[in-house]
């Protein structure tokens, strides 16, 4: 059992690890930059670590917290002006209440790790209403989304990450940083969604399984791995080479493919695994 810090007993089915180094909490503050004027929103504050960097240059932060003792701690600690407490949970939570017309949302986080890609993956869907997101996550899974192709660590996520948002590793943070400490190292990750109208466009469930069926099996060629949903005229149509694995692929190439795949057409339709 973990002992309890600022009288908190961190609990691990929340991912709680809290950030205790003064300087590491001062670079994300610098990094972020908050602006008067800027809408924030915080997912997971716990014990308002780097909220208090936000609230102190930001009249506008939003703070989402799933732990109910947490939360009542952290509207004990601000008044509603400074911050505006949501009991919720991120992975539900609905981002479109606390966007405002024409100004877009700020969002930071020092995320628990078991929830990372699928709020990732959700967050994706309110690009158009995010300005930016500042990311503390394992430093593997920032490895894999900013990871170029024709990399070891290019996956499903770095090709879905980097379709929707410029991504940018901005620093590393040692396990120390936290009470308790993780097992693994941390980053921190910047992204930057990219602009709805220069996005290719695509069918985004075909595109989510044709990256996810190529990454199933990504040591096989692509006339392997896309077998039953993808035939080598359709992958030639698609002007990438059949003979090519996944992780050769750029993610312009992943969109040609994905409009090559036609439903009707394909033998093997099962839906794709999670990675
Ligand atoms: N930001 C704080 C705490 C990080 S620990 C700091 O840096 O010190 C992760 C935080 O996310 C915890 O406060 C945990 O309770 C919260 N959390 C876990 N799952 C969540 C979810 N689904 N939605 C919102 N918050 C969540």
Known sequence: MPKPYQGHTPRKRFGQNFLIDEQIISQIATAVNPQKTDTVVEIGPGLGAITEELVAHCDNVSL???????????????????????????????????SKADHQMRIVGNLPYNISTPLLLRLFNFNRHIKDMFFMLQK?????????????????????????CDTEYLF??????????PKVQSAIIKLTPKPLSSLPPIEPEHFSLVVSKAFNQRRKTLRNSLKGILDDQQIANANVDPKLRAEN??????????????????????????D
């Open 64 to 98: 989402v917290e799933l732990d109910r003792d947490l939360a009542a701690k952290l509207q004990a600690r601000f008044t509603p002006e400074q911050a505006q407490v949501y009991t919720e949970d991120a992975l539900k939570f609905d981002f479109t209440r606390i």
């Open 140 to 164: 593997e899974l920032v490895d894999r989304i900013t990871a170029p192709h024709n990399c070891k660590q290019f996956g499903r996520l770095s090709v879905i990450s980097q379709y929707h």
């Open 172 to 181: 590393t943070v040692p396990p120390e940083a936290f009470n308790p400490p």
């Open 249 to 274: 692929l750029s993610v312009d190439d992943f969109v040609r493919l994905s409009k090559q795949y036609d439903p009707a057409q394909a033998s093997n339709t099962d839906p794709a695994s999670k």
